[in-house]
């Protein structure tokens, strides 16, 4: 029996082409939306937070990328806020990271609440504390300038380059998560970056043995993700498996991985970190193991994706393994990178 006529299939494929077609002017839009957004946040700063906030994109504090608590962080915080510039600042984080993403950065920072409970802080001390994020602005945002802006805070870091209304890097990149797991009190069993560990156990246990061999790099995961909180960003020998010795399911969960990561940010800069990344070949990318092959209350592990543009580590071996630290590092465009600072140089 035939469901539909020749004359249906043709219109629901033109309305398939046709919502193709507007997917990519609607990310289009977004994109020009990003200098907007920016100064939709900058407009509503008065005079004394614009002077926290707002810094030229030469400045060496553009460079600086530290993701514990601090209490001497450039910038204007969540704490000064009122609802209108929190609204703007959270449009403007849309305008550059997926709804994902944004909401795993939401709940980041409401792990401070918890931890502050965990640890039995006073009402008053504000080590740990929700609104201590900040946001700070470097350069003109427009669609003519070279510009950045930066929002970091206990567990998470983005550093974001945009070319007149282009965002053209989005790293150092960090989200972390402290507990883990949460394992009392009112938000008992949430964990944020669930995903981020399932998905590496996934990968791994995929490994037939001899992959597995190649893969596991120490039985003792690192005490911190290797690249830090570094200017410049290096593992010098890369090891582990490289993609074109997994088998092709495993290859295809390998990519999984990559996206899943790639994907904090909106979908048209993640396509094309991704274009980068297969540009540079897909065949010199490597997958590392560390640690517990087991996924165990407790026992520490680590993973970490590398290739010729990127290394993404994921580690989880502080508070008895229920402390996670992911990083993004763009190898060629991080804090925005060289040829942009010296293109701004050139114009000014």
């Given at each position: 029996m035939q469901f539909f006529t020749n004359h249906t299939i043709n219109c629901m494929r033109r309305i398939f082409f046709f919502s193709i077609f507007l997917i990519a002017i609607i990310n289009k839009i977004n994109a020009q939306d990003l200098p907007a957004k920016a100064n939709d946040f900058i407009k509503l700063l008065d005079s004394a937070q614009r002077a926290k906030a707002l810094y030229p994109f030469e400045s060496e504090e553009r460079h600086r990328f530290m993701y514990i608590p601090l209490d001497d962080r450039k910038g204007i915080s969540v704490n000064e806020l009122n609802d209108a510039q929190r609204k703007a600042l959270m449009d403007l984080l849309h305008s550059c990271l997926s709804d994902e993403a944004v909401k795993k950065v939401?709940?980041?920072?409401?792990?401070?609440?918890?931890l502050k409970k965990l640890e039995n802080r006073k009402p008053e001390d504000h080590f740990r504390d929700p609104g201590k994020y900040f946001v700070t602005i470097f350069g003109i945002p427009s669609d003519k300038t070279i510009w950045g802006w930066r929002f970091e805070g206990h567990h998470v870091a983005f550093h974001f380059s945009a070319d007149k209304k282009q965002l053209v890097a989005g790293?150092?990149?960090?989200?972390?998560?402290?507990?883990?797991?949460?394992?009392?009190?009112?938000?008992?069993?949430?964990?944020?970056?669930?995903?981020?560990?399932?998905?590496?156990?996934?990968?791994?246990?995929?490994?037939?043995a001899d992959e597995l061999k190649k893969a596991i790099i120490d039985t003792a995961a690192p005490a911190e993700i290797i690249t830090g909180a570094s200017r410049v960003a290096m593992i010098d020998h890369p090891s582990g498996i490289k993609y074109n010795e997994l088998s092709p399911a495993n290859q295809q969960r390998f990519l999984q991985l990559i996206n899943l990561y790639i994907h904090r940010y909106t979908k048209l800069f993640a396509d094309d970190m991704l274009k980068e990344i297969q540009t540079a070949g897909l065949e010199n990318l490597w997958f590392s193991w560390a640690g517990f092959t087991e996924h165990v209350p407790g026992k520490p592990y680590y993973y970490r994706i590398q290739g010729p543009t990127i290394i993404i580590e994921y580690d989880n071996t502080q508070n008895n393994a229920n402390h996670v630290h992911t990083v993004i590092r763009d190898l060629k465009t991080d804090f925005g990178g060289d040829m942009l600072l010296e293109h701004y140089r050139q114009n000014h």
């Amino acid at each position: 029996m035939q469901f539909f006529t020749n004359h249906t299939i043709n219109c629901m494929r033109r309305i398939f082409f046709f919502s193709i077609f507007l997917i990519a002017i609607i990310n289009k839009i977004n994109a020009q939306d990003l200098p907007a957004k920016a100064n939709d946040f900058i407009k509503l700063l008065d005079s004394a937070q614009r002077a926290k906030a707002l810094y030229p994109f030469e400045s060496e504090e553009r460079h600086r990328f530290m993701y514990i608590p601090l209490d001497d962080r450039k910038g204007i915080s969540v704490n000064e806020l009122n609802d209108a510039q929190r609204k703007a600042l959270m449009d403007l984080l849309h305008s550059c990271l997926s709804d994902e993403a944004v909401k795993k950065v939401h709940d980041i920072m409401q792990l401070d609440i918890v931890l502050k409970k965990l640890e039995n802080r006073k009402p008053e001390d504000h080590f740990r504390d929700p609104g201590k994020y900040f946001v700070t602005i470097f350069g003109i945002p427009s669609d003519k300038t070279i510009w950045g802006w930066r929002f970091e805070g206990h567990h998470v870091a983005f550093h974001f380059s945009a070319d007149k209304k282009q965002l053209v890097a989005g790293t150092p990149s960090f989200l972390g998560s402290n507990p883990g797991k949460v394992l009392e009190g009112d938000e008992k069993g949430k964990e944020v970056l669930k995903q981020e560990t399932n998905d590496g156990f996934a990968m791994l246990h995929s490994l037939s043995a001899d992959e597995l061999k190649k893969a596991i790099i120490d039985t003792a995961a690192p005490a911190e993700i290797i690249t830090g909180a570094s200017r410049v960003a290096m593992i010098d020998h890369p090891s582990g498996i490289k993609y074109n010795e997994l088998s092709p399911a495993n290859q295809q969960r390998f990519l999984q991985l990559i996206n899943l990561y790639i994907h904090r940010y909106t979908k048209l800069f993640a396509d094309d970190m991704l274009k980068e990344i297969q540009t540079a070949g897909l065949e010199n990318l490597w997958f590392s193991w560390a640690g517990f092959t087991e996924h165990v209350p407790g026992k520490p592990y680590y993973y970490r994706i590398q290739g010729p543009t990127i290394i993404i580590e994921y580690d989880n071996t502080q508070n008895n393994a229920n402390h996670v630290h992911t990083v993004i590092r763009d190898l060629k465009t991080d804090f925005g990178g060289d040829m942009l600072l010296e293109h701004y140089r050139q114009n000014h």
